[in-house]
């Protein structure tokens, strides 16, 4: 069977997922990908989005926001995101969460506050371009015993140090993060359109460690922003099963998340 890009990222991403986490997903892409995993391989995983809706899974294709009648017309709870952010996740409860990046570094920070272009000095000024902001994925970065981002691996991205820290992935790199006492264990992997990175267990500096079969190791290394290093074993990717695109498309029945990318 064909598939996208983004159909690979986020079935890349499901993989991640085992089963019985308790997981929170954003809208879009990371919805998809927890809901994949769901469908696909992980039955028993407790899902909850950042507005409070707990145990519910998509009818009739996925939802539009995070409240969206799509997502709560069967939920086990419907609550608030005090309690999904302010208890379960920051509580460190939550196995596993799911966040986007307009920009991410090579020590897993990211960016969805704004794009400067450059250091934002003393004083806070208006950004050029002005983004949606974290939403929850600032409390699941903290919070979550570990998390997976997700983004479009293009060299604007994947930047040596990004403009504005909007979620936390391991700061400077080493032991930094531990400084700040936050109860989550920082970013697990980085996977794009392109391949997977992960950490280094010491410097926290993400590498390649596989790619996926459309991709290559130089094509990677041109749209990486800094000088990223790549595992001495680095792999491809298994392709997706017919079964595993099968349980995608029965998750995005609209296909409104698999476009062509």
């Given at each position: 069977?064909?598939y996208?890009?983004?159909?690979?990222?986020?079935?890349?991403?499901?993989?991640?997922?085992?089963d019985?986490e308790l997981?929170i997903?954003?809208?879009?892409?990371s919805?998809?990908?927890?809901?994949?995993a769901?469908?696909?391989?992980?039955?028993?995983?407790?899902?909850?989005?950042?507005?409070?809706?707990?145990?519910?899974?998509?009818?009739?294709?996925?939802?539009?926001?995070?409240?969206?009648?799509?997502?709560?017309?069967?939920?086990?709870s419907?609550?608030?995101?005090l309690?999904a952010?302010g208890c379960?996740?920051a509580?460190?409860?939550?196995?596993?969460?799911?966040i986007?990046?307009?920009q991410?570094d090579?020590?897993?920070?990211?960016?969805?506050?704004?794009?400067?272009?450059?250091?934002?000095g003393?004083?806070?000024?208006?950004?050029?371009?002005?983004?949606?902001?974290?939403?929850?994925?600032n409390?699941i970065?903290?919070?979550?015993?570990?998390?997976?981002?997700?983004?479009?691996?293009?060299?604007?991205?994947?930047v040596?140090?990004?403009?504005?820290i909007?979620?936390?992935?391991?700061?400077d790199?080493g032991?930094?993060?531990?400084?700040?006492?936050?109860?989550?264990?920082?970013?697990?992997?980085?996977?794009?359109?392109?391949?997977?990175?992960r950490?280094?267990?010491?410097?926290?500096?993400?590498?390649?460690?596989?790619y996926?079969?459309?991709?290559?190791?130089d094509?990677?290394?041109?749209?990486?922003?800094?000088n990223?290093?790549?595992?001495?074993?680095?792999s491809?990717?298994?392709e997706?099963?017919?079964?595993?695109?099968?349980?995608?498309?029965?998750?995005?029945?609209?296909?409104?998340?698999?476009?062509?990318?």
């Open positions: 069977m064909n996208t890009r983004q159909e690979m990222m986020a079935i890349a991403t499901g993989r991640e997922i085992r019985g997981a997903f954003g809208v879009g892409l919805m998809l990908a927890g809901f994949f769901i469908a696909h391989h992980a039955p028993n995983v407790r899902a909850m989005t950042e507005g409070g809706i707990y145990g519910a899974t998509p009818i009739g294709g996925l939802p539009w926001g995070i409240e969206c009648n799509r997502i709560s017309a069967n939920a086990t419907f609550t608030s995101g309690d952010l379960l996740v509580s460190g409860r939550c196995d596993i969460g799911i986007g990046a307009a991410v090579r020590f897993g920070n990211v960016n969805t506050t704004g794009i400067w272009g450059g250091e934002i003393a004083h806070y000024g208006p950004p050029k371009t002005r983004l949606t902001g974290s939403g929850g994925a409390d970065a903290v919070g979550c015993k570990r998390y997976l981002i997700m983004a479009s691996h293009e060299k604007k991205r994947f040596e140090r990004v403009d504005y909007s979620s936390p992935g391991y700061l790199g032991n930094a993060r531990a400084a700040y006492g936050f109860v989550g264990g920082g970013p697990s992997a980085i996977i794009t359109t392109l391949g997977i990175l950490p280094d267990l010491l410097s926290k500096e993400f590498f390649l460690e596989a996926f079969a459309f991709s290559s190791v094509e990677i290394l041109a749209d990486t922003g800094w990223l290093r790549v595992s001495p074993t680095v491809i990717v298994a997706p099963s017919d079964a595993e695109l099968l349980a995608l498309r029965s998750v995005d029945v609209t296909g409104m998340l698999r476009r062509a990318a």
